[in-house]
C-alpha cells in the first residue's frame, strides 16, 4: 500500500515555541490537546475557549473543495445553518467580511478588520445573518490552510458584550498555535483510522484507491498501482482521471455523488474497452460511513477497480438467459447488454429501437426475474452465467 502524502506529525517542536499561558489559558490547551480523542471533545474545548476569551460564543469551521461547510461546530449559541450561511456570503469571501478579512495561518484578525469592511453593501446579507444570531463582533484566525482544505477558529460577541479588545484578541493569539496542532493532531488520527480499513482490503489484494473530501486520492493498494500502469486509469494532480472523455465523466459523476453522500447511479461503472484485450475494466465507488465528531480531513470515499470477461452477446449467452429467466429473445439481448455496462441509450442504438422501447423491455425483464433495480438485475445475471 502506497500512502501518498504522510498522515503522521512530530509535535515536539511545535509546542516547544508555544508562548507562555496563565492558569487559565493552560487549561484551554489542555482540552484541545484532547479533542481529538473524543467525540465532544471540540465542543468542550471551544466552550472553554470562549470563556477564556470573553466572547461566550465560539465556531470551528472547515472550508473544502466540494462541500462549501463540511465542518461547522458551533458553541454557546444555536448553529446557523450551512445552507444560511452560504446563501448570505458566509463562504464568499467578497459578501463575508469575517472571510474576507482571513489573514495568513495563525494570523489574528479583530474589530479593525471587520470595520474596514462590514458597511460594505455586499455585506448587507451576511450582516443581517451576525444580527439575527447576535454575533456583531469578535476575532477569529486561519488554523489549516493546504490546496484542499482550510479550517479556521472564530469568537463571537454580542451586541451586549460590545466589541472586543486587545487583550481578548491577545488570548485568542497565545491559545491559537494550540488549536492549531489539535487541527493537526485530528487529521493524523482520521487518517490513521481509514489506513486500519484500507490495510485490510489491502491484504485481500484489491485494487483500491482512498479519496479526501476533495476527491483527491490519499492511498492507492498495490492493485491498483498495477491498473494504473496498464492504463486503465490515470492519476493527474492527485485524482483519478479516464482513459477516455466518457470514462472521465462517469466517474467524475460517481465520485461527485458520493463525496455528497447520494445514491450511486449505477452499481458498476464500466471502463472503455481497449482494442488489444477482450477483457473490460469497471470500478466500484463507495462513500465511507460519516461520523459527525469528523473533521473535513478524514477519507470519504473508496474506489476498487476490477477485471472482468464480458458477456458474449452469443446465440448461446442469450439461449441461456432466456431459459433461466424465461426471457424473449430481445429481452434476453437487452439484459446481457445491461451486465456489460452498456447505458439504455446505447442498448437503444445497438437494437436500431427507442429507448422507451428498451425501457419497457427492462420492466418486463424487472418483472421475470424478481428484480428491482438495474444493479439487482446485474448481480443476478452475474451468478447465472458464473461471472464474478
Same mark, same amino acid.
Given at each position: 500500500?502506497?500512502?501518498?502524502? !504522510? ?30 480523542l ?14 477564556? =476569551?470573553?466572547a ?23 448553529p446557523?445553518?450551512?445552507?444560511? #450561511? ?46 439575527a444570531w ?36 491577545? @488570548?485568542?493569539a497565545a491559545?491559537?498555535?494550540?488549536? @492549531? =496542532? ?7 488520527i482520521?487518517?490513521?483510522? /481509514? ?17 479526501? @473530501? ?21 492519476? /493527474? ?22 463525496l455528497r ?6 452499481? @458498476?461503472?464500466? &471502463? ?8 473490460r ?6 462513500? &465511507?460511513q ?5 473533521t ?14 464480458? &458477456? ?18 430481445? /429481452? ?24 422507451? =422501447? ?5 420492466k418486463?425483464?424487472? #418483472?421475470?426475474?424478481? =428484480? ?6 446485474? !448481480? ?9
Amino acid at each position: 500500500m502506497i500512502r501518498v502524502e !504522510s498522515n503522521l506529525y512530530i509535535f515536539v517542536l511545535e509546542m516547544e515555541s508555544l508562548r507562555p499561558l496563565d492558569s487559565a489559558g493552560s487549561r484551554v490547551a489542555e482540552l484541545l490537546a484532547d479533542a481529538p480523542l473524543s467525540a465532544d471533545g471540540w465542543a468542550v474545548a471551544l466552550k472553554a475557549l470562549a470563556e477564556y =476569551t470573553d466572547a461566550g460564543r465560539a465556531q470551528l469551521i472547515g472550508f473544502g473543495a466540494i462541500d462549501a461547510l463540511p465542518f461547522n461546530l458551533f458553541v454557546g449559541m444555536d448553529p446557523i445553518p450551512s445552507d444560511k #450561511q452560504i446563501e448570505s456570503g458566509g463562504t464568499d469571501p467578497d459578501r463575508s467580511w469575517r472571510l474576507g478579512s482571513s489573514g495568513a495561518t495563525l494570523k489574528i484578525v479583530g474589530e479593525e478588520d471587520y470595520a474596514a469592511r462590514r458597511n460594505r453593501p455586499q455585506s448587507d446579507a451576511y450582516n443581517a445573518v451576525c444580527e439575527a444570531w447576535d454575533i456583531p463582533y469578535g476575532a477569529q484566525t486561519i488554523l489549516w490552510d493546504d490546496d484542499s482544505a482550510k479550517v479556521g477558529i472564530a469568537t463571537f460577541r454580542g451586541f451586549r458584550e460590545g466589541p472586543g479588545r486587545r487583550e481578548h484578541e491577545a @488570548r485568542l493569539a497565545a491559545i491559537a498555535p494550540h488549536a @492549531r =496542532t489539535a487541527v493537526r493532531m485530528q487529521r493524523a488520527i482520521e487518517c490513521q483510522g /481509514e489506513s486500519l480499513t484500507f490495510g485490510a482490503i489491502d491484504a485481500l489484494g484489491v485494487a483500491a484507491f482512498l479519496l479526501d @473530501r476533495s476527491g483527491r486520492v490519499v492511498m492507492i493498494s498495490p492493485e491498483a498501482e498495477t491498473a494504473l500502469r496498464q492504463g486503465a486509469l490515470r492519476l /493527474e494532480g492527485g485524482r483519478l482521471v479516464g482513459r477516455t472523455a466518457v470514462d472521465d465523466g462517469v466517474l467524475r459523476t460517481a465520485i461527485g455523488r458520493a463525496l455528497r453522500g447520494l445514491p450511486q447511479l449505477s452499481e @458498476r461503472l464500466w &471502463l472503455s474497452s481497449r482494442d488489444d484485450t477482450f477483457d473490460r475494466s469497471w470500478c466500484e465507488v463507495y462513500a &465511507l460511513q460519516r461520523r459527525d465528531w469528523a473533521t473535513l480531513f478524514r477519507p470519504n470515499v473508496l474506489v476498487t477497480i476490477n477485471q472482468t470477461r464480458p &458477456l458474449a452477446c452469443s446465440n448461446a449467452t442469450v439461449l441461456a438467459l432466456r431459459q433461466l429467466l424465461q426471457l424473449t429473445p430481445s /429481452e434476453a439481448d437487452v439484459a446481457v447488454r445491461l451486465a456489460n455496462g452498456e447505458a439504455r441509450s446505447d442498448i437503444a442504438d445497438a437494437r436500431q429501437t427507442s429507448i422507451g =422501447t428498451v425501457s419497457v423491455q427492462l420492466k418486463s425483464i424487472f #418483472q421475470k426475474s424478481q =428484480t428491482r433495480r438495474e444493479g439487482e438485475l446485474i !448481480s443476478l445475471i452475474n451468478r447465472l452465467m458464473g461471472r464474478k
